[in-house]
């Protein structure tokens, strides 16, 4: 059984630990060689066909799970999220053409460009193209290479050119299978090395390396002492077995016989079951001397035995005249300048990221430091880019991001410190399977995966990239996102692999142009698309503006002064064109720039003539355009932002953030809300409230300062009491005089005192629910968290005069029929789920990753209304009881929702005429502040008036139900002394009653 193993394994790793944690250097695990195994051209090979069949390779395991629910940082979002996209307007792909098409799954991409050629590779075929996307050797077998490539496509290639050697490299491994109709074979590197820099006519070296277990996932990079392999291989064991080994370049450019490999363990690493380290690969020319060459990996503090986010960093010295003396030691471990960061999904699950058109969830590809990790020289410091997958969400939804660093070291042999770090995740898609590069020029290029289920605007699996100039601001991908290609159709297969990596290389020709590889989908194919393109000028005279920098949106006035910023993307220095600008195709304004902007460099400039934008509430479109003379390219000349006066006075609520619900709650709890600033002008003593179902308001005063767009949260000095089982509804409001916009002052929330909460089951392997539907309401990529989760706030709606309904559950892990699933209503609404409110009984889930719906009986005399709903599942042949709401479960999940009942048979009449109470009460706190309560379970929209007793209309309002009957605040204290009638209901039927102004 899973678990079983799982325990044994974590106790094992416990011991292990321990013995480890003071080990700060090692040598070789292992050594060994091998010799070249010839193979001639490509041009005069027979080539293998390809596999027409669909074929899921190296299926990914578990491994250890080493995930510590709550312990990790950030609790509130990632903290150096880019939460915008870039404003330079972005170059479009130079070039793009079709790589793969396959059945396989994933296909891993990945392709390298030399001088002449394109080389793109995937499970377990490949193909070249010449530099202008013409398919010069068809999709082949990678077993058409020949040599010790011979007989073998058990995948997970990566191919890889090696610019100072212009050489390419392909390399792919194989497993410890036996071929049909052959003995067992070892597990092994397979390494082929072009003679020459053309991979179709130079032949090719070949090696193959016997190693002692599956090298799962490698990925090479260069160095000057060798050629570096990292490897997904034993992680159960990465600190004491070989997962990093070193091959003899030198040996292998030659074709030589006796080609050494060496192993290394990761001593000190950390990981969660599945990981991929990365070696710093050399890009350009100019080679480091020998030795020192990095491993880096991601270490995160959600995982058990790391107590700070951060990198660490291992440096490798090679031997290759005595390999024993070979070291690796850890090196650095880099806190300063590394950000709190999230890098787990699902508790360590290859199943995450949720998508349109299917049920099944795409792997977000956690874990691995993204191929590659590329290295460059400059001048006067050297620098590594990289990236990985990491979660921005601040609460248990996933939001996937790409984390990015540069790392820079002044001198070789130098310690690496965190030049610059970001997270890219501009707006509400998903963003994954990155592939980072810089340029020569130091520009930086990002290429990733982007998803969206929105069913709006869907989007399927798409192939997008952005970058940043070298003197842009730190941190911040500051080109506008392109499209190399738009998906077509969700990820096909129930296994919910994507890609596995992609792959970004830069063209030796001049170091400047990026070439991106990966995955996208059109029914059950799965595609390569390379894109090839350039942030780096290539004109002479070439020049636009990229910004507006004022006016923002705030209170604007009839002066406000236009502030630009202007990008030379030309190889020439300007001076002495005009800039123009108009409002609303208004009239054109232009000035001349008198400055010098230097090549490739951007600068501010103050127009003269001011702008009329005194008109609030208005929303004004600004045109800006530079006018240079012989400009090469017009595209980027111009610019056109929107901009809207703000009202002075617009706050509101956002959310309330405490209390939250629990068990336990008292009769002293603090209550927090969250506001914000929508107008124009900052704001201070603001009035605020809360409420608790009808109880009296509670009125104080927030008297920080609310900056235009600010955020705070205000804690009221008076508690509330949450003492008695049950729900409760809570909502706040600001109340500030002459606000602009009443509709976004307030929030409402449900908040519970439960009598038991079972937080602590283990759900890190699929045990539980992760997607719940009922009667319209839907609840997917349910995240595992610490087995509890509140979702009270979501409601689904009950017809009591229907009787039976059906609830729909997924679970992600199912064997032997031992998963099951049980819910209860809170009918009596005690916050007790009694035995008699259970309405589904441990109903076996048969399978996972696939939705089950099971029928339930209402209660006939069920009360109308808001009432709690738990559900359970979990494995049952373990401990704790399914049955008991309040038993921790070994292995599941527990959640609450709201329901709220109803009933269409009866009309309005019903209601409003009989069984609605309605309801006037004086506030003690204030004279002329009336509550108006109607008691009912009516739930749709009521209107609300009030008259003089000579039948003059002086109110009528909008009214809803909030769950708890129809409230509403009068305040009629500047109103004459009199008598007054209030009637609640529509314009047929409604409750009226009379009522004294004093």
Known sequence: MKKYILLLSLAFLCQFNLFSQNREKAGPTFIDSANVILSGPLSKAKLLPTSKKAKLYNPRNRGINKIVPGKGLPKTGDPVIQKKMGDIPGKSPILSFEGANTLATPSDPTGAVGRNHYMNAWNSEFSIWDKQGNQIVPPASLASIGGSFQDETDGDPIVFYDEPADRFIMMQFSDDLPPEGDSETPAALLIAVSQGPDPVNSGWYTYRFDIESLPDYPKISLWSDGYYITTNKDPRAPQ????????????????????????????????????????????????????????????????????????????????????????????????NGVSPFTATFDGGGFKNLDQPGSDVDIDALQGAMMYMTQYRRFEGYNSAVMNFVVDVAAGPAEHAGVRWYELRQPADGAPWTVYQEGTYAPDGSDRFCGSIGIDKRGNIALGYTVVNDN????????????????????????????????????????SGRYGDYAHLSIDPSDDLTFWHNAEYFSGARRLNKVGVFRFSATEENDLGVIALLSPKDASLTASEKIIIKIRNYGLNPQSNFEISYSIDGGPLVTEVFTQTIPAESTAEFTFNQTADLSAEGQTFSINITTNLENDQNSGNDGITEVVKNLPPKDVGVTSIAAPKTQENLSTSEAVSIVIENFGGEEQTNIPVSYQIGNNP??????????????????????????????????????????????????????????????????????????????????????????????????????????????????????????????????????????????????????????SFSYDFDLPANANLGQHLLRIRAGDTSFSGDLNDPCSVMAYGTTHDYSINIVDSTLDLEDFILNEAELKIVTDPNKDGLYRILLETDFSEPLRISVYTILGQQLLENHIENDGDGYFYELDMSYAAPGVYLLRVGTRKVGKVKRFLVK
């Not at 069913?455 to 003197?471: A, C, E, L, Q």
């Not at 539980?768 to 706030?793: A, K, M, Q, V």
């Not at 609404?829 to 008699?836: M, W």
């Open 240 to 335: 004491e077995n070989q997962v990093v080994f070193v091959l003899e370049r030198d040996k292998m450019l030659a074709g030589d016989n006796g080609v050494k490999i060496i192993g290394f363990p990761l001593p000190g690493i950390e990981n969660n079951g599945f990981y991929s380290p990365a070696g710093f690969s050399v890009m350009g020319s100019d080679l480091p001397p020998p030795g020192n060459s990095p491993i880096i990996y991601l270490q995160d503090d959600d995982w058990a035995g790391v107590n700070q986010d951060h990198l660490k960093i291992w440096l490798i010295n090679t031997n290759w005249t005595n390999p024993p003396n070979s070291t690796i030691e850890e090196s650095q471990e880099l806190t």
């Open 455 to 494: 069913p709006v605007k869907p989007i399927y699996p798409s192939i997008r990239y952005t970058g940043r100039y070298m003197g842009d601001p730190l941190g911040i991908m500051t080109i506008e996102e392109q499209t190399i290609v738009k998906g077509e159709s969700p990820q096909p297969s129930a």
């Open 697 to 850: 308001r509670v009125e104080e005063m927030f008297r920080g300062v609310l900056e235009v767009g600010g955020v705070e949260t205000y804690t009221f000095s008076k508690t509330a009491n949450f003492s008695a089982s049950g729900r409760y509804t809570v909502k706040a409001r600001t109340l500030l005089p002459g606000d602009f916009d009443p509709s976004n002052d307030s929030e409402t929330t449900s908040i519970a005192n439960l009598d038991c909460i079972p937080e602590g089951s283990d759900c890190s392997q699929g045990d539980g629910i992760f997607y719940f539907e009922l009667e319209g309401y839907l609840n997917e990529r349910i995240p595992c968290t610490s087995g509890y989760i509140d979702f009270i706030g979501g409601s689904a709606n009950l017809d009591r005069s229907k009787k039976t309904f059906t609830v729909t559950v997924q679970t992600n892990f199912a064997e032997d029929n031992v998963e099951k699933f049980s819910m209860w209503i809170d009918l009596n609404d005690n916050a007790v789920f009694e035995d008699s409110e259970r309405l589904i009984t441990s109903e076996v889930i048969p399978e996972e990753n696939k």
